[in-house]
């Protein structure tokens, strides 16, 4: 069974400051990852997803992710923070049979 | 963006009832859709998956008695809770697969935040 492992519960950054969230499955096939966002009091939303070709995929609001299949991950960057970004973060892994697996989550707090 | 919908958005119930969760999509038809349960501070749960048409396939240790879901159409699917109790007070949220192009991407529900007292 896939597992997805999200090593930061909560990440508190000052504004501008440079993110990356850590995201790690183990799982022997081929997945598809994905990275999710839930604003307060919003439901998820899909932030970027890979599927195949150029590991580094670019999502909305200035976010990316690198898919780096020899390490299993997964990470999410953003090279300046706003505010509103203050948002639950989930990583997430999809096989091929279309089972999917969330992380824990990752509060990320931004200050002004 | 695809749109899905989740009715109701909260509901309080007393033990021992059963509660019906509705999950549309509002803008494409979905095959396939998902339950999952999400606990205070921690991550969703995937309960099952609702495909139309069929029986719903359900994860190691959830109970497919007292979670009885319903695909009846590409664009509803219904997840009742049973004779509910205060254990299965959760937010539960839904999501749908929309198919683009050759590539599935799910869009989540609102969620629906149960109480039972």
Known sequence: ?112 | GAVVSQHPSRVICKSGTSVKIECRSLDFQATTMFWYRQFPKQSLMLMATSNEGSKATYEQGVEKDKFLINHASLTLSTLTVTSAHPEDSSFYICSAEAQRGSVDTQYFGPGTRLTVL
Request: include cysteine; hydrophobic fraction near 35%.
């Open chain 1, 1 to 112: 069974a896939q597992s997805v492992s999200q090593h930061n519960h909560h990440v508190i950054l000052s504004e501008a400051a440079s993110l990356e969230l850590g995201c790690n499955y183990s799982y022997g096939g081929t997945v598809n990852l994905f990275w999710y966002v839930q604003y307060p009091g919003q439901h998820l939303q899909l932030l970027l997803k890979y599927f195949s070709g150029d590991p580094l995929v670019k999502g909305i609001k200035g976010f990316e992710a690198e898919f780096i299949k020899s390490k299993f991950s997964f990470n999410l960057r953003k090279p300046s923070v706003q505010w509103s970004d203050t948002a639950e973060y989930f990583c997430a892994v999809t096989t091929n049979a279309g089972k999917s697996t969330f992380g824990d989550g990752t509060t990320l707090t931004v200050k002004p």
